[in-house]
């Protein structure tokens, strides 16, 4: 697949602090357009943080985000309506029914009547679950709760595809499941993907990787290549390598 050289996202020196802790230090890195991205870390490095300042839950205190041109800072609107989010707890309303859930994010952004129906048709069908359109979420297991979250994270029609931990509670089989659909969406849709983990078999060797610890950047490359750049045989001694090591002070990555 070619890839246009601009990228889909731009990560600009981006910074956070809570009280007493810096959670982002300097953090940059660029996405492609219809890439899967895979950001690895281990727990406490920063993805959740990022992914809330990315989604807008927080606001950025330092350096900027930009999709599509559009940047946070300056142009919050039409940049999260570039955006589709997985949040790791379950954001659904169980007592709803999967339509409802569905038809009310349509709603949120604008879509008409007619289009919200279409669309939705068309998430279900793409997920395998337009026969459970009229069941309350609540009777749906995990895996399935899951891909009604991607459904709905798409119905608008984002050019961008965040999941945070998206299979954290699933079993081995429907974890590979929904990694493999999520991975058709960027061939066959075009859509760039962010999938934040710290399950490193999730990973492909041909994946851009940016590996973030303790609100660092250490890399940002292919897992190949970390692994070539380590002198590692695999994906997980290099992340061991590298997580085992003090993050850099002055921003400066692999």
């Known amino acids: 697949m070619t890839h246009s050289s601009q990228p889909l996202v731009e990560v600009d020196q981006l910074g956070h602090c809570y009280p007493g802790k810096q959670a982002l230090k300097q953090v940059s890195f660029n996405l492609q357009a219809g890439q899967f991205h895979a950001l690895l870390g281990p727990n406490g490095a920063g993805k959740s943080t990022l992914f809330a300042l990315i989604s807008r839950l927080f606001q950025v205190q330092q350096g900027d985000i930009r999709v599509n ?41 604008g879509l008409s009547t007619r289009l919200r129906q279409q669309r939705i048709e068309e998430e279900l069908a793409r997920v395998e679950l337009l026969d459970a359109r009229h069941k309350k979420v609540r009777a749906l297991n995990g895996g399935h709760r899951r891909r009604v979250e991607i459904a709905r994270a798409l119905l608008h029609h984002p050019s961008l595809l965040l999941l945070d931990e998206a299979t954290v509670g699933l079993d081995p089989h429907t974890r590979a499941s929904l990694n493999r659909h999520v991975r058709s969406l960027c061939e066959q849709r075009q859509v760039t993907v962010l999938w934040a983990t710290h399950l490193i078999e999730e990973i492909l060797p041909i994946d851009p990787v940016t590996l973030l610890h303790q609100g660092s950047v250490l890399a940002s490359t292919s897992a190949h290549a970390l692994c070539q750049q380590t002198g590692t045989t695999s994906l997980v001694e290099a992340f061991e390598q590298l997580t085992s090591r003090p993050p850099p002070t002055d921003g400066a990555n692999l």
Do not use: K, W
């Not at 309303?93 to 952004?109: A, F, K, P, R």
């Open 69 to 109: 041109g559009h940047s946070l800072r300056h142009a919050p609107a039409a940049l999260l309506g570039n955006i589709g989010m997985v949040f790791q707890q379950s954001t659904l309303d169980l007592d709803l029914s999967v339509e409802q859930n569905l038809d009310y994010h349509g709603c949120l952004h």
